[in-house]
């Protein structure tokens, strides 16, 4: 390939712009803490989503509307005092922006002043347009996220792929395309048929990022955890497993607990 951006010393909206242009893909990863975060930053990752998916992978829950702002702005400062080089991307937790687009901005504030990443993500169309443009009013860049809304799983009451009908498919690419003239600087589309989240990223001129949404689109979001094999129970189709830390932590541990009651650890070189 003939352009990279890999040299770049910080990721912005405008490399991301760029990286569309020239046909080189975004590569994104979420991460919820410091420590891995410091790793992501060893890489030339482009993209860190501090996503609201932290409400199942950090705190077990079922889906990601019990977290609240408070918690994605502690998870979110610690991830940002790692990062160096990638544009951090705080998602907005459910009820800080649906609605009211005053309390959005106040939000979206809150996000950036405490947290120091550099982009909030909301999950929405026209439905949330007000919001958008408000948050987008004080300078804030945002990322949209159309397709499967995990926020909206109680309207849907499934999270199987969407938008395979005609529809809901015109609906997405009506949306894609008030995000982009809204001014958000990019779009994830999570679980819909790879062709038409090919179409959308062909039609609109910001990065789309992937995730269940084929090779078509600009880039690719993964949770962290779940391509390293951590979370071990989730399975959907669009998953590659780049790990199996999950076992490797299991045994390691396993294997603690064996050194100490065989009294193998601590030896005399790890003592004072
Ligand atoms: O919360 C999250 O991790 C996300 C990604 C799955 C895109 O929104």
New binding site residues.
Partial sequence: MAYLQTDVTKVTTRVLQNMKLHGEKIAML?AYDFSMAQLLDRTKIDVV?V????ANVMEGYKT?LPITLDEMIVYASSVVRAINRALVVV?MPFGTYQGNSKQALASAIRIMKETGADAV?LEGGEEVLESIQRILSAGIPVMG?LGLT?QSINKFGTYAVRATEEEEANRVIHDAHVLEEAGCFAM?L?KIPAALAGRIASEVKIPVIG?GAGSGVDGQ?L?LQDMLGITQQFKPRYLRLYGTIGEDISNAIRQYISDVKSQDFPNEREQY
């Fill in positions: 979420t989503l996503g609201d998916s932290a990601t998602d993500k996220h995990p994830v999570e995730i979001v949770v």
